[in-house]
């Protein structure tokens, strides 16, 4: 990491922090409609693209949501004790191999009881998302990542199990910047998206066996990926 890019990713966590501090302040619940993001950078001081990108985190925290066309939301997360740490340790490539493995655990049997039981809201979550992410492939919007995140989380919800669900949720809150860091070395978002399909169909079918398998690849597969791209420097 540049120092560039350390700077911008400080101020982007404050820019957070400062967020959920009005929240907080204004005593918002979830679905609350907040300030456009034009006014929250002109509240914070600093331009819309960084207050977007500060956003952009929070949203994949699930404390805002960004509605295209209609704003910014509090979002279902605002209350949660356990988000990241901005001041946590830069990436490092054994970091985010050590999450992926750990993930590689917890995913495919979870994926499989998914498959099991496909709790409703967790099926059509499922669905939800496979298609704003084929959307953001075509718009090449840069949300995909964060749709991503929303993927796995639903493959939990559909496990019918709100322990397991909120393992995952966990995983993916606590560590959100990593995963993103995560999707940018894999590099093909394409095959990504061709991987989350075929978890989904497994799930959707009932067939557990290949949910299972079709999330242990996918998983084995990104940590191969990175292994491989990821700059042995870092660590």
Not at 34 to 47: I, Y
Request: aromatic residues 2%; charged residues 30%; glycine residues 6%.
């Amino acid at each position: 990491m540049t120092a560039g890019e350390a700077s911008r990713r400080t101020l982007a966590d404050e820019l957070a922090a400062g967020v959920v501090a009005l929240i907080r302040e204004r005593r918002l619940e979830a679905g609350a409609q907040m300030d456009t993001v034009r006014s929250m950078a002109e509240r914070f001081a600093v331009a819309v693209p960084t207050m977007r990108e500060a956003l952009r985190r929070l949203e994949a925290m699930g404390v805002v949501v960004l509605r295209h066309g209609s704003g910014v939301y509090v979002g279902e997360n605002v209350r949660r004790s356990v988000l990241p740490n901005p001041h946590g340790p830069l990436l490092t490539s054994e970091s985010l191999v050590d999450l992926l493995v750990a993930r590689s655990t917890i995913e495919p049997p979870i994926a499989a009881m998914g498959a099991t039981v496909r709790d409703p809201d967790g099926v059509e979550r499922i669905s939800e998302t496979l298609r704003e992410a084929e959307r953001c492939l075509i718009e090449r919007n840069p949300r995909l990542w964060v749709v991503n995140l929303d993927f796995h989380r639903a493959v939990a919800q559909a496990s019918g199990n709100t322990v397991l669900a909120e393992v995952v949720d966990s995983i993916v809150l606590v560590h959100a910047q990593e995963q993103r860091e995560i999707l940018r070395l894999h590099g093909d978002e394409g095959e990504d998206f061709e991987e989350h399909r075929r978890i989904a169909r497994a799930v959707l079918d009932g067939d557990a066996d290949e949910a299972f398998r079709a999330s242990k690849e996918h998983l084995d597969n990104v940590i191969e990926a990175i292994r491989s791209r990821r700059p042995d420097s870092g660590r």
